[in-house]
C-alpha cells in the first residue's frame, strides 16, 4: 500500500474514507485508509506522548544543521533505502494474518488514519524499527520479539512502534539511520573509545549525533507509554521490557524479580544518565521501568486506557483462540465407549480393559502392567426391573 509525502491520491477503492469496505474490512487494500477503533473515535497523541520527547524534538528542529538532512528524507530518497536493507516479509490479511490483526488492532487503538506497513525480519532477530515520514510510516520487526511473547506482549510491542509512528518519529528515526547507520544500544559518541571521541571529525558528529541520541531516548519513553495505553496492563509492560531487555523471556522466567526490583531501586540515576549520554541511543532499562510505573499512576493516561480495554478485547483477532488449540490438542483423547477404565489398588496406575474380554464372564483377572499387581473384574450386576406403574 504506497504512501507518499505528497497529498493522497484519490483511492479509486475507497475514496480514502473508507465508503463501499466491507464491516469485517478495517484497512482499504489501495490507500491504506484505517477503520477507527470506534465511531467518532479520536485520540490526541499528547495522552501519551512522553514530555521530554516533545522539549527532545523541539531542540533537535532548532538546529540548523539537521534542517538539510531532514529535507532530503523523502519518500524518494529514505523509504527505498532503508526498506532495501531488510530483507523481510511484508504482512497482510493473508501473510502471517494473526500478527497482521494485531498489527491492526494496535494502529487503530493509537488512532493512526492510516495503516503502516509491517515486516517481519530475520536480519537483527531481537530488533524493533519505525521508519519513513510522517506520511509514509514503516515498521520492522524481528523475527525472535515475534517467536519469543505472545498474544497481548505481541500487542504490546506492536502498539509501541504504533505509538512511534502516531507521535511523528518515523522521519528522525530514518534521519538516525541516514546520520549514524545502525543506531543500536553503545552506538554514541564515546561507543569507539575516549581517545575517537576527541577527534575534531567525531565532535563534529557528535554535535548532532548528541542531541539526536538524546531525543531518540526520550522517543522510547513515548513509545512504552503508547503500549502501557494499548494494553493497560503495567505488570505485562514491565515484563516485556525486562525480557526484551535480556534478550530471552525464556530467561526471564528464572530471573529473581524481586532482587531485580532492589537493583532498580538502588541505581544511581545521575549516573545512569550519564552513562547513557556518552553511549546509548536508548535509555536504560532500569529507568524506562521506573518512568512505565510512573506512567501507570497518571489519571489521564489510565483513564483512557481502562476506557479502551473492554473494547479492545472485544474486538481482539480470533488469533488468540488460534494460538490456544495447541494446548487444547494436548488435552487426552475421550474414552472409547467399547472398554471399561481400571485404576490399580495397589500403584493407582490407570488402565483399560475392553468390554469384548468380559462378555460372557462372571469374573477376569487382570494384571497391571506398572507395577503386576493382579485385579479380579467382575460384571456389575444389572439393575432390578422396576415396579409395574413406577414412573423410574
Given at each position: 500500500?504506497?504512501?507518499s509525502?505528497?497529498?493522497?491520491?484519490?483511492?479509486?477503492?475507497?475514496?480514502?474514507?473508507?465508503?463501499?469496505?466491507?464491516?469485517s474490512?478495517?484497512?482499504c487494500?489501495?490507500?491504506?485508509?484505517?477503520?477507527?477503533?470506534?465511531?467518532g473515535?479520536?485520540?490526541?497523541?499528547?495522552?501519551?506522548?512522553?514530555?521530554q520527547?516533545?522539549?527532545?524534538?523541539?531542540?533537535?528542529q532548532?538546529?540548523?544543521?539537521?534542517?538539510?538532512?531532514v529535507r532530503?528524507v523523502?519518500?524518494?530518497?529514505?523509504?527505498?533505502?532503508?526498506?532495501?536493507?531488510?530483507?523481510?516479509i511484508?504482512?497482510?490479511?493473508?501473510?502471517?494474518?494473526?500478527?497482521?490483526?494485531?498489527?491492526?488492532?494496535?494502529?487503530?487503538?493509537?488512532?493512526l488514519?492510516?495503516m503502516?506497513d509491517?515486516?517481519?525480519?530475520?536480519?537483527?532477530?531481537?530488533?524493533?524499527?519505525?521508519?519513513?515520514?510522517?506520511?509514509?510510516?514503516?515498521?520492522?520487526?524481528?523475527?525472535?520479539?515475534?517467536?519469543?511473547?505472545?498474544?497481548?506482549?505481541?500487542?504490546?510491542?506492536?502498539?509501541?512502534?504504533?505509538?512511534?509512528?502516531?507521535?511523528?518519529?518515523?522521519?528522525?528515526?530514518?534521519v538516525?539511520?541516514?546520520?549514524a547507520?545502525?543506531?543500536?544500544?553503545?552506538?554514541?559518541?564515546?561507543?569507539?573509545?575516549?581517545?575517537?571521541?576527541?577527534?575534531?571529525?567525531?565532535?563534529i558528529?557528535?554535535a548532532?549525533?548528541?542531541?539526536?541520541?538524546?531525543?531518540?531516548?526520550?522517543?522510547?519513553?513515548t513509545?512504552d507509554?503508547?503500549g502501557?495505553?494499548?494494553?493497560?496492563?503495567?505488570?505485562?509492560?514491565?515484563?516485556?521490557?525486562?525480557?526484551?531487555?535480556?534478550?530471552?523471556?525464556?530467561?526471564l522466567?528464572?530471573?529473581?524479580?524481586d532482587?531485580?526490583?532492589?537493583q532498580?531501586?538502588a541505581?544511581?540515576?545521575?549516573?545512569?544518565?550519564?552513562?547513557?549520554?556518552?553511549?546509548?541511543?536508548?535509555?536504560?532499562?532500569?529507568?524506562?521501568?521506573?518512568?512505565?510505573?510512573?506512567?501507570?499512576?497518571?489519571?489521564?493516561?489510565m483513564r483512557?486506557?481502562?476506557?479502551?480495554?473492554?473494547?479492545?478485547?472485544?474486538?481482539?483477532?480470533?488469533?488468540?483462540?488460534?494460538q490456544?488449540?495447541p494446548?487444547?490438542?494436548?488435552?487426552?483423547?475421550?474414552?472409547p465407549?467399547?472398554?471399561i477404565?481400571v485404576?490399580?489398588?495397589?500403584?493407582q496406575?490407570?488402565?483399560?480393559?475392553?468390554?469384548?474380554?468380559?462378555?460372557?464372564?462372571?469374573?477376569?483377572?487382570?494384571?497391571?502392567p506398572?507395577?503386576?499387581?493382579?485385579?479380579?473384574?467382575?460384571?456389575?450386576?444389572?439393575?432390578?426391573?422396576a415396579?409395574a406403574?413406577?414412573?423410574?
Amino acid at each position: 500500500m504506497p504512501q507518499s509525502l505528497q497529498a493522497p491520491k484519490k483511492c479509486t477503492l475507497c475514496g480514502n474514507t473508507g465508503a463501499g469496505l466491507k464491516p469485517s474490512e478495517n484497512v482499504c487494500p489501495e490507500c491504506g485508509w484505517l477503520r477507527p477503533f470506534l465511531p467518532g473515535y479520536q485520540l490526541d497523541r499528547s495522552v501519551f506522548l512522553w514530555k521530554q520527547d516533545g522539549q527532545a524534538m523541539m531542540r533537535l528542529q532548532k538546529l540548523p544543521a539537521l534542517h538539510s538532512i531532514v529535507r532530503s528524507v523523502s519518500d524518494r530518497v529514505g523509504r527505498p533505502w532503508i526498506e532495501s536493507t531488510y530483507n523481510g516479509i511484508l504482512l497482510g490479511p493473508n501473510q502471517l494474518p494473526h500478527i497482521w490483526q494485531q498489527a491492526v488492532l494496535a494502529a487503530r487503538v493509537l488512532g493512526l488514519p492510516t495503516m503502516p506497513d509491517v515486516y517481519v525480519s530475520g536480519g537483527q532477530m531481537w530488533e524493533s524499527y519505525t521508519f519513513g515520514s510522517d506520511t509514509s510510516s514503516f515498521i520492522v520487526m524481528g523475527t525472535a520479539i515475534l517467536t519469543n511473547f505472545q498474544n497481548d506482549e505481541v500487542f504490546f510491542l506492536l502498539a509501541r512502534e504504533m505509538g512511534h509512528c502516531r507521535a511523528g518519529h518515523a522521519l528522525w528515526k530514518t534521519v538516525i539511520r541516514f546520520l549514524a547507520g545502525d543506531t543500536g544500544v553503545h552506538s554514541g559518541i564515546l561507543s569507539q573509545g575516549i581517545l575517537n571521541a576527541i577527534s575534531p571529525t567525531k565532535l563534529i558528529e557528535g554535535a548532532i549525533e548528541m542531541p539526536l541520541m538524546a531525543w531518540s531516548r526520550q522517543s522510547e519513553v513515548t513509545a512504552d507509554r503508547a503500549g502501557l495505553l494499548a494494553v493497560g496492563d503495567e505488570a505485562l509492560a514491565r515484563r516485556v521490557l525486562l525480557a526484551w531487555s535480556i534478550r530471552s523471556n525464556r530467561l526471564l522466567k528464572q530471573v529473581n524479580l524481586d532482587e531485580w526490583m532492589k537493583q532498580e531501586q538502588a541505581s544511581d540515576d545521575a549516573l545512569t544518565r550519564i552513562s547513557e549520554m556518552t553511549t546509548s541511543s536508548s535509555m536504560y532499562t532500569s529507568r524506562r521501568l521506573r518512568l512505565v510505573g510512573e506512567s501507570a499512576r497518571e489519571p489521564e493516561l489510565m483513564r483512557w486506557s481502562q476506557t479502551i480495554q473492554p473494547i479492545r478485547k472485544r474486538l481482539a483477532p480470533a488469533a488468540q483462540a488460534e494460538q490456544a488449540k495447541p494446548a487444547a490438542a494436548s488435552a487426552p483423547p475421550p474414552a472409547p465407549a467399547d472398554s471399561i477404565r481400571v485404576i490399580c489398588t495397589k500403584c493407582q496406575a490407570a488402565m483399560r480393559v475392553p468390554f469384548a474380554v468380559l462378555r460372557g464372564k462372571t469374573s477376569l483377572n487382570v494384571r497391571c502392567p506398572k507395577c503386576h499387581n493382579v485385579l479380579t473384574l467382575r460384571p456389575k450386576p444389572p439393575a432390578p426391573p422396576a415396579p409395574a406403574g413406577s414412573d423410574k
